[in-house]
Nanobody, 130 residues
C-alpha cells in the first residue's frame, strides 16, 4: 500500500524557518520522484519543489528558490523541505506526492503526479504570521 505522511507544519513568525518531512512507503523510493505542493485558501495548488531520490535532481518554483531546500534520506525513505525566510505568502497546506521521474519543469505540475488518493499525503498546515 502506497502511503505518504507529511509532518512538521506549524505557526511561525515572518522570517522564521520550518522543516517539513514526507515519509514514503509502499513503493521503491529510488524509482520515483517526490514533489512538494501547497494550496492556500482560495488559491490553486502550486508546485513548490521536487526531488528524484536516485540522483538528487531537484526543481524549485521561482517563488521559493533560494529560500527552500529539498533533500532526501533514502535509508529512511523520507523527503525533507527546509523552509527559511518565510513570509505570510507561504501560508498554505503543504502536500507531498509521488510521481514518475520528471525530466524538466513538469516536476512542478501536479498533473504529472499519480492521481490516486494514496499517491498524495494528507497535508500539513504552515501558517506564517506577519
Amino acid at each position: 500500500e502506497v502511503q505518504l505522511v507529511e509532518s512538521g507544519g506549524g505557526t511561525v513568525q515572518a522570517g522564521g524557518s520550518l522543516r517539513l518531512s514526507c515519509v514514503a512507503s509502499g513503493f521503491i523510493f529510488d524509482d520515483y520522484a517526490i514533489g512538494w505542493f501547497r494550496q492556500a485558501p482560495g488559491k490553486e495548488r502550486e508546485g513548490v519543489s521536487c526531488i528524484s531520490p536516485s540522483d538528487d535532481e531537484t526543481y524549485y518554483s521561482d517563488s521559493v528558490k533560494g529560500r527552500f531546500t529539498i533533500s532526501s534520506d533514502n535509508a529512511k525513505t523520507t523527503v525533507y523541505l527546509a523552509m527559511s525566510d518565510l513570509t505570510p505568502e507561504d501560508t498554505a497546506v503543504y502536500y507531498c506526492a509521488v510521481g514518475p521521474r520528471a525530466p524538466d519543469s513538469r516536476a512542478l505540475d501536479s498533473r504529472w503526479y499519480y492521481d490516486a488518493s494514496d499517491a498524495w499525503g494528507q497535508g500539513t498546515l504552515v501558517t506564517v504570521l506577519s
